[in-house]
């Protein structure tokens, strides 16, 4: 193996384009607060994610804590989410003085079990926090009944789910604010970066508020706010790899179909299922390896691929009950014992973007096959 192959490789802007932009920031010397790069990037997003609240952050982290925020919950209340996450979606509720409670997640999906969080709820639950995690879209029928029969809000971390669209609605539609991030590891980066968006009218000023330490204007600090503002060399990143983003969706639309034809015939690899009328965000290529069924772990092949350079992740393993501030906390199910501590054994996310070549992929096919006839 000539190269290191990692899970993902940043977008980046053409760096003639970049200086020009860079140029603009050095003549207006507004480098943050809102700059005209940053009012910009957000117009641009708001077209893009189709819901009449989006506001732009530092970071997605920050965004989640202020989203949870924004939507007033009583201090000490309980939210419910998964466990099968990055860490920032739980640390995001324990922030807020809230209390995380981990349920299971559904089998095929992965994402939260509408079962297992209603066997959750209590007088104490005041919200669910959903992942749309992989960019596989959550049961968001079944999550708004939920939410509405037991008078509770509903977040969504869509940190993976960027330009998804469910029959022709933007993801963002769904419950009462979701959540992005644009950190570069994401197929839109902006370095670091992340939004807030609503389907709703009348937010977008409590948004601001929160972003901005809670200063209304020059006279009056009106909220506990925090700085979540994004600044101008991260909102041109932000503005140049905007136009770019669908044609690395579609490369990667390209790889995945290389991938499934690849993995589609080995028993016991489970793949990513489309979602009818879901348009994918391709923001990971993520399999479920049966060992049993396979006859190697997924430990076994993610070692395999890194002794020739290929870097896949075991996300999103450990699982946040496995992190020492969560560590022994229960996992509701309506299973006999929690689905989410077996798939976090067998989850692997292979490298999945346009750097991925030909070759690479039968290098990948080579460690996947070795051994097989069929
Ligand atoms: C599911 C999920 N939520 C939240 C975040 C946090 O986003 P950020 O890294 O932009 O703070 C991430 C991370 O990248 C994530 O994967």
Same mark, same amino acid.
């Given at each position: ?25 050095? *003549? ?12 910009? #990037?957000?117009?641009?997003? *708001? ?7 989006? @506001? ?11 989203? #949870? ?19 920032? %979606? ?7 003085? #809230? ?15 509408? !079962? ?41 971390? !869509?940190?993976?789910? +960027? ?22 590891? @994401? ?7 992340? #939004? ?5 009218? =009348? ?9 901005? +330490? ?20 991260? !909102? ?24 499934? &034809? ?10 990513? @299922? ?7 965000? &391709? ?28 870097? !896949? ?13 969560? @560590? ?12 989410? =501590?077996?798939?976090?054994? *067998? ?9 991925? %070549? =030909?070759?690479?992929?039968? &290098? ?11």
């Amino acid at each position: 193996m000539a190269r290191t192959l990692y899970v993902t490789e940043p977008l980046l802007p053409n760096l003639t384009e970049l200086q020009e932009l860079l140029e603009q920031i050095w *003549q207006t010397k507004i480098l943050t607060n809102g700059g005209p790069l940053h009012q910009k #990037l957000e117009r641009e997003l *708001q077209k893009r994610v189709g819901v009449p609240t989006v @506001k732009l952050f530092n970071n997605g982290t920050i965004a989640l804590i202020v989203a #949870l925020k924004v939507v007033d919950l009583p201090l000490g209340s309980e939210v419910i989410t998964t466990p099968l996450t990055f860490a920032a %979606t739980a640390h995001a509720i324990s922030w807020n003085g #809230l209390m995380p409670i981990f349920v299971d997640v559904s089998p095929g999906t992965l994402t939260i079990d509408p !079962a297992s969080v209603e066997r959750a709820i209590t007088e104490r639950t005041s919200a669910i926090l959903a992942v749309h995690v992989y960019g596989t879209v959550c049961d968001v029928e079944a999550l708004k009944c939920i939410a509405d029969r037991h008078n509770l809000r509903l977040i969504y971390d !869509a940190a993976h789910a +960027f330009g998804v669209t469910v029959n022709g609605e933007s993801i963002a539609a769904f419950g009462d604010v979701s959540v992005f991030s644009f950190h570069a590891t @994401k197929l839109f980066n902006t370095l670091e970066g992340g #939004l807030i968006a609503t389907p709703r009218n =009348d937010d977008g000023e409590a948004i601001e508020n929160l972003r901005n +330490f809670g200063i209304k204007n020059e006279e009056e600090v009106v909220c506990v706010g925090i700085n979540g503002k994004l600044n101008e060399v991260q !909102a041109a990143v932000g503005l140049l790899n905007l136009p770019r983003v669908d044609g690395e969706r579609e490369r990667r639309a390209l790889l995945r179909a290389k991938y499934d &034809e690849m993995m589609g015939l080995l028993p016991g690899i489970a793949l990513q @299922k489309k979602q009818p009328g879901v348009v994918n965000s &391709e923001q990971y290529y993520r399999i479920v390896v049966d060992a049993e069924v396979f006859g190697r772990s997924r430990n076994d092949l993610y070692d395999a691929l890194k002794d020739r350079g290929i870097f !896949a992740r075991k996300y999103f393993h450990p699982i946040c009950t496995d992190f020492v501030p969560y @560590k022994g906390w229960p996992i509701y199910t309506t299973r006999s014992s929690p689905y989410v =501590d077996i798939v976090k054994t *067998q989850v692997l996310c292979l490298p999945f973007h346009s750097g991925v %070549t =030909d070759e690479d992929v039968a &290098e990948i096919r080579d460690v996947f096959w070795t051994g097989r006839s069929v």
